[in-house]
């Protein structure tokens, strides 16, 4: 909360840059009054006001965003999020959650209309999509790939693709591979946010091995940070390849439920942009096991420490584990998977010793990767205070 005593003979003397800067710390509330002051103070609080527009899965959300960004300040417009009411923090109140069947259309019609409108705004250059996460059956599961499919056959039609620097594509349903006119969105991106979100046990695999890499390819010059998730591991069925994909400006990489072996090519894809990464975020990635529990090629204690030799310039690193219990830090980590036929992929917990594994050298060496990038950290911020 920003503290700030108004009156008319500041203004005038106060350059707009000045105020700009001001209004930009100020909470939306706060600059809804200051805009009813008076002319000035109006025409300097509105693009703050409407720099950023979130909607709702509810009618009466995408309905008003749709009101907003085809009037007057859609000229100030520079990042929309669509956020369906189920996931997470939600924007609108407890009227606005959606009601099932007529309504889901209403907002699909709402939305295809806004991306229509998207060209016309001059600033926009985020775009995020924030589907259902709770999808996992029948009528609904329908439903909510006819609006996933809605958008991005809007997004396709559009007759000049969006200069979009960031894209956010959460809780995306991997059950198609008909994305080919998305390309155009995905070039000259610089941060990219794909989560894959699992239904059922049954994903497109079309989408892993040809459709999600094709993607991630678009933004090859230009994209510094990648975040790549799944609810469930990706790595054997459905598998997907990392191996080949080059971002000569990549510096951020957050990955989650991806496997590291020699098929998906995740250790090799790492080391490949040592020279620019500087933030790195695996979380609960698991090493494949060979099936009936053999002992992989590379354990951790060994990617560990090729990435603590490798990644020079790495100066932050997140690694989230999962316990057997589902907490965090237990004795039966969730470093490794393996594929049980009647099930499926699986997480196992850690090998006994006695079948070569070895959890404790596992912990160690990753306790030794978090404290060499921690001194990497401090010397880099030794090195610019001296600078």
Known sequence: MVDIVFCHSMEPRLPPELWLRTLALMPRADLLSLRAVDKALHALATPAIFRELKCTSAARSTAALRALIGSSVGEHVEKIEYRDWHAGKRVGRISDVPTYYDEQITVREDLVAI????????????LAFVFDPTV?????LRGHLALQ??????????PSPLSLRTLVLDNLLPYTDDYPALLAIFRGLQDLTVTCHHANWNPANAFYSITLPTLLRAPADTLTSLSLRSTRDIGFPPGISLSGLRYPRLTHLSLECIVFDENTGVEEFILTHAATLTSLSLNYCRIARPERGGIPGRPWVVVYGALSAGLDNL???????ESLDGGQGGDYV?????????????????????????KVADAAALEAFSAVVLRRRLEWAHSSIRV
């Open 136 to 140: 996992n059956f029948g009528n609904i």
């Open 149 to 158: 499919g809605n958008v991005f056959a809007a997004l396709a039609a559009l």
């Open 315 to 321: 100066r932050h690193l997140k690694v989230e584990e």
């Open 115 to 126: 991306i229509a409108l998207l060209p016309a705004l001059p600033a926009l250059h985020s």
């Open 334 to 358: 969730l470093r490794y998977a393996m594929t049980v036929r009647s099930w499926g992929p699986q997480s196992t917990a850690n090998w006994h010793a006695s079948s070569g594994g070895d």
